[in-house]
């Protein structure tokens, strides 16, 4: 099956003291969430993939995404943002405040 979007959602965790992760973060809860709002609606099902990944990099911003095949980055995505983000996936626009500028332009 070919899917619209692929939305990969960072899920990484690390030990406590160090480094912040996504996946403590909620970007665990996050993937859940998301998988479980993709499967229940029509409009969603067999169009938008969503997969949990390792270490996306920007990890002070998360949780993080990524979505293809746009290659839109997402930073600090939390369960509230849920209903904006699913409008996104299902072909509305992404929220700018959700959008991740951070990166380079090589990267």
């Given at each position: 099956m070919r899917h619209?979007?692929?939305l990969f959602v960072c899920t990484q965790t690390r030990p406590d003291g160090g480094k912040p992760s996504c996946g403590a973060r909620g970007g665990v809860d996050l993937v859940a969430a998301l998988q479980r709002e993709v499967a229940a609606?029509?409009?969603l099902v067999g169009a938008v993939?969503?997969?949990?990944?390792?270490c996306l990099g920007p990890c002070f911003d998360g949780p993080n995404l990524v979505v293809y095949p746009e290659g839109d980055?997402?930073?600090g995505v939390s369960a509230a943002d849920l209903p904006d983000?699913?409008?996104y996936l299902a072909g509305g626009a992404l929220p700018a405040r959700l959008r991740y500028d951070g990166l380079d332009d090589d990267q």
């Open positions: 619209r979007r692929h609606r029509d409009e993939a969503v997969t949990p990944c390792g980055w997402l930073c983000l699913l409008g």
